[in-house]
């Protein structure tokens, strides 16, 4: 058998080898990928209270938006899914009126980085930072590891209505900010709401 034809069978052999390791590897980890893992089955009840450094180094205690609704972003700026999302937050942000809901970005991540990206980015909303103690706090919300990004939207009496982990879409992120002003207002209850964001 001619040696160019030899070659050519062997690189066949192995890109069909590679081809199905791969699949049997998806097929293994499909249920322990982080991203777009939906709500957090564990996720506490109430928004713990938690203190992280500002851009500016000021320690800053998440009470700060007490009674206000929240929408606490983890990010960092190595992980693409968290820079596509952060667009959107930003619009967010933009369009809320005086009582509507807040974007708070937490950053796991290092200090000069996240600078750097903030001041590309144009990103205005409130970033607390930390690197070891953002990752404690992150361990507050039942999660099992660390999947970036995640999001927790919290009503203004303190109670977590949903942890999403992974990427967030504008009709999601819509769907969170509308459920989060009828709860406010009174027009769905707790558990209604709760419900709802099961399905993001």
């Known amino acids: 058998m001619p040696y160019w034809i030899r070659q050519t069978l062997l690189l066949v052999i192995t890109l069909c080898c590679v081809v199905i390791g791969m699949r049997i590897y998806l097929e293994i980890t499909a249920d322990k990928r982080p991203a777009g893992a939906g709500p957090v089955a564990g996720a506490p009840e109430?928004?713990?209270?938690?203190?992280?450094?500002?851009?500016?180094?000021?320690?800053?205690?998440?009470?700060?938006?007490?009674?206000?609704?929240?929408?606490?972003?983890?990010?960092?700026?190595?992980?693409?899914?968290?820079r596509r999302e952060m667009p959107l937050l930003q619009a967010l942000h933009n369009q809320q009126p005086e009582g509507g809901i807040r974007v708070v970005g937490i950053a796991i991540d290092r200090l000069p980085d996240v600078e750097s990206y903030i001041t590309e980015s144009g990103i205005s909303y409130p970033i607390?930072?930390?690197?070891?103690?953002?990752?404690?706090?992150?361990?507050?919300?039942?999660?099992?590891?660390?999947?970036?990004?995640?999001?927790?939207?919290?009503?203004?009496d303190g109670h977590i209505l949903t942890v999403y982990v992974g990427e967030l879409v504008g009709d999601q992120i819509a769907t969170m900010a509308r459920l989060s002003t009828e709860y406010a207002g009174g027009k769905t209850d707790l558990a209604t709401v709760r419900e709802r964001l099961r399905t993001l």
Do not use: H, Y
């Open 46 to 82: 109430r928004l713990p209270e938690f203190v992280l450094n500002d851009m500016w180094g000021e320690p800053t205690s998440i009470s700060k938006w007490a009674g206000k609704p929240l929408l606490i972003n983890f990010w960092a700026t190595w992980c693409a899914p968290c």
């Open 128 to 156: 607390l930072v930390g690197q070891e103690d953002a990752m404690a706090v992150s361990d507050l919300f039942g999660l099992e590891g660390l999947g970036l990004p995640f999001s927790v939207l919290a009503a203004g």
